[in-house]
């Protein structure tokens, strides 16, 4: 650790220490990333290895709904709801700064109805339809978790919901000292990719594999097509695999992360880990954020996560963070990548990160929603 470094954090709050290590705060590690910085961002947070697109015929399908083995894998997806192995994890950590930077999950989706409200809805429908609902998991940062919680008490179905924060870490300058804002530090919640290691830090997940649980549905706060399909819990029981990651046909102008092979491996890798010149037209899906887990596998993964370089503009300072990515679970998992719809009622893909994009998604919501119930 450089000395002046190591001499801002000796000289930080007591209590703002204690806060920032119960939320996994490594001094060691952000005086690495300090140590890091220099150069170009882009290029240090490139995957290494040999990079090629995944082909349209690499991707699996669900059998058509009139075909002979839908209903199979149909069937044995409820039957894993009916036996309680299935838990839903959803990402919400996440301040809408597009809609007012306010808590995401407190925002008004629809006609009164709020993200969380949407979500949470689902937890009726399956329990009436197979005797049992899943615990649904909300993964916090600490922006967001204690608005959620106070928003979570009361609720008539609060036994099946649970909060749990992901990891903090602080802000540096781009020179290497701790970034400050009207001259406070500046703690971040550092990626998705926290859900391994928070999820199992919280308990629920050895309480799960304790009670039977099997399978974890892991999915964005706002992505309101990305609800339970029992034929896709089929398949992935079916394929093997400890992952499956959906995808969706790819749209002109969407920029994130897709299906490549590094190396001779089917993973997922984000825009930002591709080479500039990584022919990304020849990937004809995109990647939702939403995967399948095998419980087990989630629970003994002790992977080394890459954390990736990201520049941000801070009260009209450039801050730099350190963050990492869920999808990279797939470097250590065997994956199925699934295609999946994105139009139509079986959408399952419908964000919203703006509220301009709501209000151009609002008859798709309503529509979907009330097809699956989700609304009374």
Not at 8 to 30: P, Q
Not at 60 to 73: F, I, M, T, V
Not at 310 to 327: D, H, I, M, N, P
Not at 331 to 357: C, H, Y
């Amino acid at each position: 650790m450089s000395a002046h470094l190591e001499g801002e954090l000796a000289s930080l709050d007591a209590r703002l220490l204690a806060r920032l290590s119960a939320r996994g705060f490594d001094a060691a590690r952000l005086s690495a990333w300090a140590a890091s910085l220099g150069g170009d961002p882009s290029a240090k947070n490139r995957l290494r290895g040999q990079l090629e697109p995944l082909a349209e015929g690499e991707l699996a399908a669900l059998p058509p709904e009139g075909s002979a083995a839908h209903p199979e894998l149909a069937a044995n997806g409820r039957a894993a709801l009916e036996r309680g192995q299935v838990a839903l994890a959803v990402l919400a950590g996440g301040m809408a700064t597009r809609m007012g930077g306010v808590v995401k999950a407190l925002v008004e989706a629809i006609d009164g109805v709020s993200f969380l409200d949407l979500r949470a809805a689902e937890l009726a429908v399956l329990a009436e339809r197979h005797g049992a609902a899943p615990p649904m998991w909300l993964m916090t940062s600490e922006a967001t978790h204690a608005p959620i919680c106070a928003a979570l008490e009361g609720r008539p179905d609060r036994e099946r919901l649970a909060a749990f924060e992901q990891c903090v870490s602080l802000r540096l300058s781009p020179e290497g000292a701790l970034f400050r804002s009207d001259g406070d530090v500046s703690p971040y919640a550092t990626g998705h990719g926290d859900l391994p290691d928070a999820l199992r830090k919280s308990g629920l997940l050895a309480e799960f594999l304790a009670r039977g649980g099997r399978w974890v549905w892991i999915s964005n706060l706002d992505n309101l097509g990305a609800s339970v399909d029992p034929a896709i819990l089929g398949h992935h029981i079916a394929s093997g695999a400890e992952v499956t990651a959906e995808l969706v046909p790819k749209h002109p102008g969407d920029v994130g992360g897709g299906p490549v092979r590094c190396d001779g491996r089917a993973i997922i890798a984000e825009h930002l880990r591709l080479p500039p010149d990584f022919p990304h037209h020849r990937v004809p899906v995109f990647n939702t954020n939403t995967f399948l887990v095998d419980a087990r596998a989630l629970f003994e993964l002790t992977m080394s996560f890459t954390f990736v370089e990201v520049r941000k503009t801070v009260g009209g300072s450039v801050a730099v963070q350190f963050e990492r990515l869920l999808g990279e679970i797939t470097t250590a998992l065997t994956t199925n990548m699934l295609r999946v719809p994105r139009q139509g009622d079986k959408s399952r893909f419908i964000p919203a990160k703006s509220r301009e994009d709501l209000v151009v998604i609002a008859d798709d919501v309503k529509r979907i929603a009330r097809e699956r119930r989700l609304l009374g």
